[in-house]
């Protein structure tokens, strides 16, 4: 069975229970600690085995085995999709069937990383995700006061539509939030624009 590592938390000692999300559920399991065990880090996509008896109180997690990709060793990519797994874990947090959407989303986000700025990738995932949400809004009318927009719209969390007086963030061409809404890309954007969509990503999904 394969997945990505959404959180690893300390049990007792130094074992630690961990969630993974595979494509059809996300799964907990404990983990025993070992020295000879291979590393589980939060992002990593991991192939393994669950394995339940009826002295445990959850599955076991067994014979792991990294899966790779070329950019795992990059720092700065591999923290923007830490981030990134973070904020989608405490998103799923509650939910134990989300469907293959979010698997399939990372294993896509995954092996296209190393194209281009990580946090580009990580926007547009944000964007796909609202859009199969259906938390995805036309930039028509103010969240806030319902007003309709004008010629500078600014994005709060979710990347809800606002006016730039009606909120605390960073605002931008009505042209460049119908664009970015449109085609769930960043490359209209310059970098200085996907750092404030970054920045507000980081406030939570």
Request: proline letters at 5%; a neutral charge; one cysteine or more.
């Amino acid at each position: 069975m394969q997945g990505f590592i959404l959180n690893v938390r300390k049990a007792k000692n130094e074992d630690t229970i961990v969630t993974i999300l595979t494509e059809k559920k996300i799964k907990t399991l404990y983990r025993f600690y070992g020295a000879r065990h291979p590393i589980v880090t939060t992002g990593y996509k991991i192939d393994f085995e669950s394995e339940q008896d009826s002295y445990q109180f959850m599955p076991r997690l067994r014979h792991v085995i990294h899966l790779g990709y070329p950019w795992i060793k990059e720092t700065d990519r591999l923290q923007v999709w830490q981030y990134f797994i973070a904020l989608l874990f405490e998103h799923l947090r509650d939910i134990e069937l989300p469907g293959p959407f979010y698997f399939e989303l990372l294993e896509r986000q995954a092996s296209i990383w190393h194209l281009q700025n990580p946090k580009r990738s990580a926007v547009e995932a944000y964007l796909a995700i609202l859009a199969h949400e259906g938390r995805l809004h036309e930039p028509e009318t103010c969240f806030a006061c319902g007003g309709r927009l004008e010629e500078r719209i600014s994005l709060i969390r979710a990347y809800l539509p606002a006016h730039p007086r009606c909120t605390i963030a960073r605002s931008y061409p009505a042209e460049t939030v119908h664009t970015l809404i449109e085609t769930k890309k960043t490359i209209h954007l310059d970098d200085r624009d996907v750092e404030g969509l970054w920045l507000t990503l980081l406030e939570g999904m």
